[in-house]
């Protein structure tokens, strides 16, 4: 789980105070309640396709029956079709058109050249192209709307020049009665006034007059989308939504027998009416009294939950306050969204708060809190069954997915994986109650992905409540641990040899806490930093030393000891600076414990054996691990270090010296405050035996009567 960071400033949310844990647990309750419907709720649960599993139903009451969604489609196709669009006849148009004619027909006749050649006069060509320009416009020159063409049709076998409509054509607010097959298209006016020529015996240039009269044919029938839009809605606002009527007494179903289609309807007609009237005569203060209950029932579990298995999360107010903010958060989205009648409540990305909580706590807090949050919400949505199934089995995944965050990419994973889970089991609940692949609404899948989308929001929200409320997530361990990071490239270039050390601890302690349990991305950050306080004096620590003296031996041993034992301070000085989390700095400051630098002390003894010794001085300064985490690192950076020391590593040397080192760290009691067990320090041997005869490339002796030798 993640850690807390011990230099919170605001002592006000600290652990000490019991009045303002159960003040918050009041005041969420109190706003909860505040926010959620207040309408009551239908008594009985029930799913199309399965049996009514209560006592006989008696209408208590005549009301309608609604009609369903199908039925409303139906309706509403059969209103459209009955629905003409509408034209404005625009005057103005035809006659620009054709005063444009009589003004530039002198200029193209004489730019043709006709009047050289032709007999006949000007006037003759004027007013053919009138007679027949005024004819095109009387009747009137339409664009064709696809719409409307295949109203009624198959769209897939539609000629469009051969579909006309009815139409009602507007001239002065006046309203006319007109079929496109009384009107031209472009084309046809075009094609019209090319046959017409065509028979005239006084049009010489007939080609020439019809490729004139052609740059004056245009639209003077306009669609006026606004006001059939208008006709539209207001014919589709008339369309009753309820077909016939159940009676006061008369039995809507029985108990055990199956609902079908109708008796579904009937129920659905029952339950909203029942909800309209309960607002209107209900009493509101029992309802509120109601939800006062349950969702105090629902916070007292969930603290008991943590007072019994989550107990750092319990006692610190500031780790409860991010439970409270979410949760409110949340439940007060879902309030909205039902107040203001959303088209589907399943747009709001529910799945965000189980996400929240694993990033930041574990998976237990997060899997409850998920679920208390769902079965409060239950209690107010439409079809609770649905939404139960669908959030409780979209948050399991959402858990599952992040179980172990390694990589950023795992949230996209995660989201393509709760979109699955809701697409499956909305289809398998559609099949389930209606056995048919007609009865799903494709569409209806749009809020799922929405929601998902929504999802990832959850991320730079978590980025918030770190910074806001001062814990460490696995996000901020899992970038800390990019080796390509500025603080670790510079442990790199000034002590190249810790570097190396520090990366082999990191892979001895993270496989070690796989194998016993505990957070890998912690330990691993932790065996990264632990020994930053090196880049200080790097060449007093051996596995930065190259050939040539070693500068401990112009010192005194009390002035190498503490060269040694300070790097730990100068390491949580130089992990501040570069603003790490405190629970980083713990790995720092408990790797040596309270351990002796044991080669120095030895040495101060031997060349002063009369002289008295301040052990202190050879001594870490502390503390001692404090965590199963702290533990394991403490034994890798020993073993390790110790290992680079073996002249001749074999499967035996490599064997006694991870023994040897653990026992002595047990003699020294390092390990008292951290809930690390025998048998979790056994295997913890075993794997760094297995790790160091890899890294030391031994060979395994697999013969037997050798191993009996040497059992």
């Not at 029952?270 to 105090?296: P, R, T, W």
Request: glycine share 4%.
């Amino acid at each position: 789980m993640a850690k807390l960071k011990i230099n919170y400033i605001n002592s006000k949310l600290q652990n000490n105070s019991t009045v303002l844990k159960y003040g918050m647990v009041i005041l969420t309750v109190l706003l909860i309640c505040i926010f959620l419907p207040k309408q009551p709720r239908f008594r009985y649960e029930f799913q199309k396709g399965k049996a009514w599993n209560h006592e006989n139903l008696i209408s208590p009451y005549n009301f309608a029956i609604l009609k369903t969604k199908e039925e409303l489609d139906r309706d509403k196709q059969q209103i459209l079709k009955t629905v003409q669009p509408v034209y404005n006849l625009q005057v103005s148009i035809s006659k620009e058109q054709i005063d444009q004619f009589v003004t530039d027909i002198a200029e193209k006749w004489q730019a043709s050249q006709l009047d050289t050649i032709e007999t006949l006069d000007i006037e003759d060509y004027k007013d053919s192209g009138l007679a027949l320009l005024n004819y095109i416009y009387n009747r009137g020159i339409i664009s064709l709307n696809n719409r409307y063409q295949t109203k009624g049709k198959d769209s897939d076998k539609v000629d469009p020049t051969e579909s006309n409509y009815n139409f009602t054509l507007m001239n002065d607010n006046v309203a006319q009665q007109k079929n496109t097959a009384d009107c031209f298209t472009i084309e046809m006016a075009n094609n019209y006034i090319q046959q017409t020529l065509a028979k005239s015996r006084k049009i010489t240039h007939k080609t020439w007059l019809t490729e004139v009269l052609k740059n004056y044919v245009t639209v003077n029938l306009i669609y006026n989308e606004t006001l059939t839009d208008k006709i539209e809605q207001t014919a589709l606002a008339n369309i009753s939504t309820t077909r016939g009527m159940v009676q006061k007494g008369e039995l809507i179903t029985e108990k055990d027998k199956i609902i079908n289609g109708e008796t579904y309807q009937k129920l659905e007609s029952l339950k909203k009416v029942f909800e309209d009237e309960a607002k209107i005569s209900g009493n509101q203060n029992y309802v509120i009294l109601g939800q006062f209950l349950i969702v105090g029932l629902a916070m007292s579990l969930l603290m008991v939950f943590l007072f019994f298995f989550r107990r750092q999360i319990y006692n610190n107010n500031r780790l409860l306050l991010i439970v409270y903010i979410v949760i409110i958060s949340m439940l007060g989205v879902l309030s909205w969204a039902i107040k203001i009648q959303i088209p589907s409540l399943y747009y709001i990305p529910y799945c965000g708060v189980p996400i929240i909580f694993r990033i930041l706590f574990d998976t237990r807090v997060a899997l409850n809190i998920h679920l208390l949050m769902v079965l409060v919400a239950a209690l107010f949505v439409p079809n609770s069954y649905d939404f139960v199934f669908l959030q409780i089995m979209a948050g399991l995944v959402a858990i599952y997915s992040i179980k172990t965050m390694v990589k950023r990419e795992q949230f996209l994973i995660s989201s393509g994986l709760i979109l699955a889970t809701y697409i499956i089991a909305y289809i398998g609940l559609v099949l389930t109650r209606n056995g048919s692949f007609q009865n799903i609404y494709w569409n209806e899948l749009i809020p799922f992905i929405v929601s998902v989308g929504l999802t990832l929001l959850a991320y730079p929200l978590i980025y918030a409540f770190e910074k806001l409320f001062g814990i460490v997530s696995d996000l901020t361990l899992m970038e800390l641990t990019n080796s390509n990071s500025k603080l670790l490239r510079e442990l790199s270039l000034k002590a190249p040899g810790t570097f190396q050390h520090s990366l082999q601890v990191a892979n001895l302690a993270e496989a070690a806490i796989y194998k016993i349990g505990g957070n890998p991305l912690l330990i691993r950050a932790g065996a990264l930093y632990h020994d930053i306080g090196k880049m200080s004096n790097p060449l007093y620590f051996i596995e930065n030393q190259k050939t040539g003296a070693n500068p401990h031996e112009e010192l005194t041993p009390e002035q190498s000891a503490q060269i040694i034992i300070s790097h730990v301070l100068k390491g949580i000085e130089i992990a501040r600076r570069n603003q790490l989390p405190e629970v980083v700095i713990d790995f720092i400051r408990t790797h040596h414990g309270t351990t002796r630098v044991d080669y120095f002390y030895n040495m101060f003894i031997k060349n002063n054996p009369e002289k008295l010794v301040d052990e202190t001085i050879f001594h870490y300064p502390g503390p001692i691990p404090f965590s199963k985490e702290t533990a394991v690192l403490m034994m890798a950076d020993s073993v390790e270090a110790a290992s680079r020391a073996l002249k001749e590593p074999t499967q035996q040397s490599i064997s006694k010296l991870v023994d040897k080192i653990v026992e002595h760290k047990l003699m020294q009691k390092q390990f008292a405050k951290s809930n690390i067990t025998m048998k979790d320090i056994g295997d913890v041997s075993e794997i760094f035996k297995s790790m160091l005869m890899s890294i030391h490339h031994v060979r395994i002796d697999y013969d037997l009567s050798k191993k009996k030798e040497s059992g």
